[in-house]
């Protein structure tokens, strides 16, 4: 069992920056693949990035691409999601999740384990 918690979330305005963080606990994530979603008001929870363990590959949802990074730090059991350039498009709850395995990473039935969430938003 992993327990994973994020923060970092906050108000911000149109072109601001955030840090994300997910610290785990229970368990090392060393090996598991962790990402990122976001879900905005009504609407589904949808894809941002993610972290493959066995490659050290980074993926990214194309609305995100160039502005947001992910990291990992696995001596700290904590992935963080770096957020340049921020839009009001953005705005919603996000969330981490991790998975053991590398597969279907950009769903969200592939992630075995989740966060609260942490709210972000950003004001035109």
């Known amino acids: 069992q992993v327990h994973l918690v994020e923060s970092g979330g906050g108000l911000v305005q149109a072109g601001d920056s955030l840090r994300l963080s997910c610290v785990a606990s229970?368990?090392?994530?060393?090996?598991?693949?962790m990402a990122w979603f976001h879900q905005a008001p009504g609407k589904e929870r949808e894809f941002v990035a993610c972290?493959?363990?066995?490659?050290?590959?980074?993926y990214y949802s194309d609305s995100v691409r160039g502005r947001f990074t992910i990291s990992r730090d696995d001596d700290k059991n904590t992935v963080y999601l770096q957020m340049n350039n921020l839009k009001p498009e953005d705005t919603g709850v996000y969330y981490c999740?991790?998975?053991?395995?590398?597969?279907?990473?950009?769903?969200?039935?592939?992630?075995?384990?989740w966060g609260q969430g942490t709210q972000v938003t950003v004001s035109s």
């Open positions: 999740g991790g998975q053991q395995s590398w597969v279907q990473l950009k769903t969200t039935t592939a992630y075995d384990y």
């Open positions: 972290t493959v363990w066995t490659s050290g590959s980074r």
């Open positions: 229970q368990r090392s994530i060393s090996r598991y693949t």
